[in-house]
């Protein structure tokens, strides 16, 4: 049983890439499986793979406008995939009817029923469907007639080969004291960076932003880059002074950014939207508890695992304060131990190897 995982390369994406690439190491130990690599936003590249994938197995890794053009080349891909070999769909992100799009009225017309088409199509052709979510289950259940027999929800597992530095030496060499609440990732404002600034002076510690200027996953930088110096600006229009902004072309590679991570005592996640699972399974990995804004990814996760606080009424100061403070802090750690325990990237690879031999 030979297996091709379609992805795009770390230089044109890096959240799918970066955990596909680290999964299929762990999973070559027990399928016969390859990545086979293609540019994200390009068309033509993608075309060029498919002569290529005479596999019995192709595992697509989706994300609704990763090759542009409103997921339209999809409506080709997909089908042709389908014919060649059995198709497993990887759903980074399932989008509800119910979602509402803000922007351009034509825009988000053709995203909201390109996307919905879209669902249907992966129904239509995919053998399987894996989802990180059940929340994400139920919507292509309930809203775009799934059977649930044909879905899988694999909770995205996390690392645990590399090196372990103590958070003393950590801080002393990233010149940190205190505790340290970390935001790291992309720049943008779905992240809400802001929400956490605008408590800073409420919060006991540094709060610490890392990420970098012109990041791969989001094309836009001039957004990017107002919305950066806008935090900036506000925090020295506000004379705050316990905010540390480290920017700079920083990758997802060992070791400075676990550094990052091992120095801190929290990551911050105050997402409006995403579900920023890279930037939570880093934390697990490094044993650093997560206060969050309450969605589904989060949510779920929190039913079975005490790694995380939720924040329900958007005072994050009040529970990073709280749950920096024993017992509440070492019961968190302990909830990264037992959620890494559990989903730990050999669990994950085991779990792989089944869904792939039922086929």
Same mark, same amino acid.
């Given at each position: 049983?030979?297996?091709? #995982?379609?992805?795009?390369?770390?230089?044109?994406?890096?959240?799918?890439?970066?955990?596909?690439?680290?999964?299929?190491?762990?999973?070559?130990?027990?399928?016969?499986?390859?990545?086979?690599?293609?540019?994200?936003?390009?068309?033509?590249?993608?075309?060029?793979?498919?002569?290529?994938?005479?596999?019995?197995?192709?595992?697509?890794?989706?994300?609704?406008?990763?090759?542009?053009?409103?997921?339209?080349?999809?409506?080709?891909?997909?089908?042709?995939?389908?014919?060649?070999?059995?198709?497993?769909?990887?759903?980074?992100?399932?989008?509800?009817?119910?979602?509402?799009?803000?922007?351009?009225?034509?825009?988000?017309?053709?995203?909201?029923?390109?996307?919905?088409?879209?669902?249907?199509?992966?129904? %239509?052709?995919?053998?399987?469907?894996?989802?990180?979510?059940?929340?994400?289950?139920?919507? #292509?259940?309930?809203?775009?007639?799934?059977?649930?027999?044909?879905?899988?929800?694999?909770?995205?597992?996390?690392?645990?080969?590399?090196?372990?530095?103590?958070?003393?030496?950590?801080?002393?060499?990233?010149?940190?004291?205190?505790?340290?609440?970390?935001?790291?990732?992309?720049?943008?404002?779905?992240?809400?960076?802001?929400?956490?600034?605008?408590?800073?002076?409420?919060?006991?510690?540094?709060? #610490?932003?890392?990420?970098?200027?012109?990041?791969?996953?989001?094309?836009?930088?001039?957004?990017?880059?107002?919305?950066?110096?806008?935090?900036?600006?506000?925090?020295?229009?506000?004379?705050?002074?316990?905010?540390?902004?480290?920017?700079?072309?920083?990758?997802?590679?060992?070791? #400075? %950014?676990?550094?990052?991570?091992?120095?801190?005592?929290?990551?911050?996640?105050?997402?409006?939207?995403?579900?920023?699972?890279?930037?939570?399974?880093?934390?697990?990995?490094?044993?650093?508890?997560?206060?969050?804004?309450?969605?589904?990814?989060?949510?779920?996760?929190?039913?079975?695992?005490?790694?995380?606080?939720?924040?329900?009424?958007?005072?994050?100061?009040?529970?990073?304060?709280?749950?920096?403070?024993?017992?509440?802090?070492?019961?968190?750690?302990?909830?990264?131990?037992?959620?890494?325990?559990?989903?730990? %990237?050999?669990?994950?690879?085991?779990?792989?190897?089944?869904?792939?031999?039922?086929?």
């Amino acid at each position: 049983m030979k297996i091709a #995982l379609v992805i795009p390369s770390r230089e044109s994406e890096k959240a799918i890439s970066s955990y596909a690439i680290e999964i299929t190491k762990n999973i070559k130990q027990k399928v016969d499986i390859e990545n086979v690599f293609y540019e994200a936003g390009s068309v033509k590249s993608f075309f060029k793979i498919i002569p290529k994938l005479n596999h019995d197995i192709i595992h697509l890794h989706h994300e609704y406008n990763l090759l542009g053009l409103y997921g339209l080349p999809f409506f080709l891909i997909f089908p042709i995939l389908s014919f060649k070999s059995k198709l497993v769909t990887t759903m980074s992100t399932v989008l509800s009817q119910k979602e509402k799009f803000k922007g351009n009225p034509l825009k988000n017309f053709l995203r909201k029923y390109l996307y919905f088409f879209q669902n249907r199509l992966i129904n %239509w052709t995919s053998d399987l469907v894996i989802v990180t979510m059940k929340s994400q289950k139920d919507i #292509l259940i309930k809203e775009y007639g799934f059977k649930p027999e044909k879905i899988e929800v694999l909770t995205s597992g996390g690392p645990t080969n590399f090196n372990v530095i103590s958070k003393q030496k950590a801080k002393e060499e990233l010149k940190l004291s205190g505790p340290v609440y970390l935001i790291i990732g992309n720049m943008i404002q779905d992240h809400g960076i802001d929400i956490i600034l605008k408590q800073a002076k409420k919060i006991e510690g540094t709060i #610490l932003i890392v990420g970098n200027p012109n990041p791969i996953n989001d094309r836009n930088r001039e957004r990017i880059q107002s919305y950066l110096e806008s935090n900036k600006n506000y925090v020295k229009e506000n004379n705050i002074k316990n905010v540390r902004f480290d920017i700079f072309d920083i990758t997802d590679k060992p070791p #400075l %950014w676990y550094k990052y991570f091992f120095a801190s005592d929290i990551v911050l996640q105050p997402y409006r939207k995403g579900i920023g699972s890279g930037i939570f399974l880093h934390a697990m990995a490094t044993k650093t508890p997560v206060v969050s804004n309450d969605t589904d990814f989060f949510r779920e996760i929190k039913e079975k695992f005490d790694c995380l606080k939720l924040v329900k009424d958007g005072n994050y100061a009040n529970i990073i304060n709280k749950s920096i403070k024993e017992p509440t802090y070492e019961k968190m750690i302990k909830g990264c131990e037992e959620y890494l325990k559990e989903n730990n %990237w050999d669990k994950i690879s085991k779990k792989y190897k089944e869904i792939y031999s039922s086929l």
